[in-house]
Each structure stands twice: as structure tokens, then as C-alpha cells.
């Protein structure tokens, strides 16, 4: 059971306003702070997600009560640093394996985080419009915590920290260490340029990038101050990319 008031008393002590709502079993925690009226800085965790997800709609399997999903409703007035938010949330998780696991874990772009080409970690930034307003901006997590296994559809594309430790991870222990990071990284949101060339997976390398049910290679070269990727097509020619994801036929 997920210690609901421990884990609020510690967070509060990393940002006051923080409050966690736990659900045993939820349709998607996205999906519930999306269409709520919750302010920023709560907290939707759940140990189960019946309509988990990931980008484009994808299926997220998430119905592995020992691993970790949850979504923090984020401030919506500068539309400018949401994708930033992302990045920066990628950092943390990243931060958490190292120091904590000793596990190299690094970004693949926009959203993931990936061991070895393996996916560890996902993050989904989503928005809701009323009219041309933006009304609510939620930052949605999962972390494959204790997988033993994984169907053989996922296999080849994905990992638990189980798996590479071969010990049972603390649920309440990766959370509240996710916020501690992901709090120092909310005070360098301007440095995510810089800090890229440490975490990428695929800096420098060639990458399938898959856009609009098309796949074209590029050569990573890094990202922006807002988020944006950086590629070089096989020509030679710069491009700034803002939406699609570097896939992982990358990895294999």
C-alpha cells in the first residue's frame, strides 16, 4: 500500500504546495488531471492504470500494481517552457537511476528514457484547449520499477530497474527521490542545452525519425534552448524538429 501521508509530508518539505492523491486503480492519472479542476502542484499517483498511455495514443502497460505512474498538474501560463518541463523531467528520472541504481540511463527524444536501447521510463506532457486558451497542462510518468518479465511483443524495447538490479524496488523511495531531483533541475530549466550532450542517447548518431507515418534518417546534433531537436539530414542540412520521436529501430 502506498504510504499516502509519509510521502506528503516529505514532498511538501520539497515544495509546499505539493499534494499526492492516490488511487488504487485509475482509468489514466493524464486522464484524470486533465479533466479535473485540480491547481498546479498536485499529484495524481496510482498503482494501477487501466487506460495507461503513451505518445500518439499508444497502449502503456501499466497495469503492474509494483511499478510507478503518476501525473503532476503544471503551471499553464508560459506556454514557452512547457516541452522544457519535459526535458527536465527526463533529466531527474535519469539522475535518480544514477545515483541511487548505478544505472546509466539516457534520453531519447522527446520523451523516454532507455538502458542499453531499452525502455525504462516514459514521459507524457499533454494539454487541454478550451477554445484558443490553454486550460490545464499535465506532466505524466511511468517507471518500469519491477517488471520480471515482459509480454514478448515488449521485450526487445523495454526494461525494468528489477531486471538490472535483480532486487525489489521501493515505489514511495523512487517517487519522493524523482522530486527531489526533478526540483534542482526546475531551477536550471534554461540549461537544458547544455546539459543534453550528458544525457542523450544518440548524440552525433544516426537515428530513425518517425514523423506523420513517415521515417526518414537524420544524425542527431542536439537540442535547443526550448526543447526543440537538432538533425542533420543525410545531406547535410540542418533541421530543427519539433514533433515526432526518434524511434526505437534506432536501437536495434
Not at 42 to 65: F, L
Not at 182 to 208: D, G, P, Q, T
Not at 217 to 233: A, H, P, Q, T, Y
Request: charged letters at 30%; one cysteine or more; glycine letters at 6%.
Amino acid at each position: 500500500m502506498f504510504d499516502l501521508k509519509k510521502v506528503n509530508t516529505i514532498l511538501k518539505k520539497i515544495k509546499p504546495h505539493y499534494n499526492v492523491i492516490y488511487f488504487k486503480t485509475i482509468d489514466s492519472t493524464n486522464n484524470f488531471a486533465l479533466n479535473s479542476d485540480l491547481s498546479p502542484d498536485n499529484i495524481i499517483v496510482a498503482d494501477r492504470q487501466i487506460k495507461g498511455r503513451g505518445r500518439q495514443g499508444r497502449v502503456w502497460n501499466s497495469d503492474e500494481e509494483s511499478n510507478l505512474y503518476f501525473t503532476l498538474v503544471l503551471e499553464n501560463n508560459n506556454f514557452i517552457d512547457l516541452f522544457k518541463m519535459n526535458i527536465i523531467s527526463a533529466y531527474a528520472l535519469c539522475d535518480v537511476m544514477k545515483s541511487d541504481y548505478s544505472i546509466n540511463s539516457k534520453v531519447k527524444w522527446p520523451n523516454d528514457v532507455v538502458v542499453d536501447g531499452k525502455k525504462v521510463s516514459g514521459v507524457l506532457l499533454e494539454a487541454r484547449m478550451e477554445g484558443n486558451k490553454l486550460k490545464k497542462v499535465v506532466l505524466g510518468i511511468g517507471v518500469n520499477l519491477n517488471n520480471k518479465e515482459f509480454p514478448d511483443e515488449l521485450k526487445h524495447r523495454a526494461v525494468s530497474i528489477f531486471q538490472l538490479k535483480g532486487e525489489k524496488i521501493n515505489k514511495e523511495y523512487f517517487f519522493i527521490r524523482f522530486f527531489e531531483e526533478f526540483a534542482k533541475w526546475e531551477r536550471k530549466l534554461n540549461l537544458i542545452k547544455e546539459y543534453w550532450v550528458e544525457y542523450s542517447a544518440h548524440l552525433n548518431e544516426e537515428i530513425m525519425f518517425h514523423y506523420n507515418n513517415n521515417v526518414e534518417k537524420f544524425i542527431e546534433k542536439g537540442i535547443n534552448d526550448d526543447g526543440s531537436l537538432i538533425v542533420k539530414d543525410m545531406n547535410g542540412k540542418e533541421k530543427i524538429i519539433y514533433y515526432g520521436e526518434i524511434g526505437y529501430d534506432t536501437c536495434s
